[in-house]
């Protein structure tokens, strides 16, 4: 009977990969033209001079995650060394340090309304903090509690309601006043690296990414998956939603950014080169979703024409890995932070 049985799966695996191999030619049959050589009537992009405007010195350790509040002013950021840091962007100046219960603390969110921050990490817990009030005991509560560690963390456009991510495979979403879990997505075959909200006010849809070498998209209604893709080739690192909310952009360890289009429900762009070996630690696009900024391991930011899939600028200064890029909710900013224990904001 197990021979039987395993014969039956062998069987069951083979017609599943000529399944999608059947669509994958489907798909290749509507790929009649490139992304980049339609866009080359249009003018190349005339990228501003980024200047590093403020460094923000103050953690021990690797900073590990970066979010701006909805004031365009201050930003909150987590690191290797177990502190959770609110910074004035303006002044580089703390505003206020939180601890957490171990180190590696690998997620760091700002609420929407910029009262709460919330992180997370190796605790296998998320916290969350209101801003100004007195008292350690009224600042903090335990939100989110799994059952491995916790790599990202975002508020689900209100502070109600928390998703996180983590090494169990699977990413949850959580009330953030009781503190209950209210729905969880499974779908990844290894740890969550990556989530990001699409942009608008509903809240429904979010994108996810894993070591599974996966990117999925999400409706929060239902505990499936809606859209998979998997066209990178080792860990993806970072997902975000197009300001238009039709595209995704994904990084990896396989040294590429792709760009997923959902309508297409596929590829439509790579942004590599030979000369680029290190692997893609974070992504972020510009306002108008014209530029897609990517932070790699080999200590640089670039710019990328999203369009034209051209590079058009290197962002160079920190001294080690660039594991965290966030453009400020106007736009006017860029910040980066890095493994060298420092965040710089670019202008």
């Known amino acids: 009977m197990a021979g039987g049985a395993e ?67 201050r930003l909150v950021s987590s690191s290797q060394d177990g502190k959770v840091i609110v910074w004035d962007a303006f002044t580089a100046s703390k505003e206020q340090t939180f601890s957490m219960p171990s180190t590696w603390v690998m997620a ?11 992180a997370g990490g190796l ?12 008292g350690e005991g009224a600042r903090r509560r335990t939100v989110a509690t799994g059952t491995a560690y916790m790599s990202c963390c975002v508020f689900a456009h209100s502070e109600r309601q928390l998703l996180t991510g983590g090494g169990d495979g699977a990413c949850a979403l959580w009330d953030v006043e009781s503190g209950q879990l209210l729905q969880a997505f499974p779908g990844h075959g290894a740890d969550v690296s990556a989530l990001d909200l699409a942009p608008s006010d509903a809240g429904d849809t979010f994108a996810s990414a894993g070591a599974d070498r996966a990117v999925l998209l999400w409706d929060a209604r239902t505990p499936h998956a809606v859209q998979a893709f998997d066209a990178h080739d080792s860990d993806v690192n970072c997902v975000r939603f197009h300001p238009g909310g039709d595209a995704l952009a994904s990084g990896a360890d396989d040294a590429a950014c792709r760009l997923w289009d959902l309508r297409a429900d596929r590829e439509v762009a790579a942004y590599r080169k030979e000369a680029l070996l290190f692997g893609v630690a974070a992504v972020e696009w510009s306002v108008s979703g014209r530029l897609l900024f990517a932070g790699y391991h080999d200590h640089t930011a670039c710019a990328w024409d999203a369009l034209r899939v051209s590079r058009v600028a290197v962002l160079c200064g ?28 670019w202008a």
């Open 318 to 345: 920190h001294e080690h890995r660039v594991s965290a890029v966030r453009r400020s909710p106007d736009g006017t900013a860029l910040a980066t932070a890095s493994w060298d224990a420092t965040l710089r904001i």
């Open 108 to 118: 760091a969110a700002y609420a929407p309304s910029g009262n709460m921050v919330a």
């Open 7 to 73: 014969e039956t799966l062998a069987a069951l695996l083979r017609e599943a990969e000529a399944l999608k191999a059947r669509l994958e030619e489907e798909r290749q049959k509507l790929n009649d033209v490139t992304l980049a050589s339609v866009a080359e009537r249009l003018e190349a992009v005339n990228f501003p001079n980024l200047k590093p405007r403020r460094v923000l010195k103050g953690h021990q350790s690797k900073v590990l995650a970066a979010d701006w509040a909805p004031d365009k002013r």
């Open 123 to 134: 605790d296998n817990k998320v916290t969350v903090w209101a801003l100004g009030e007195e």
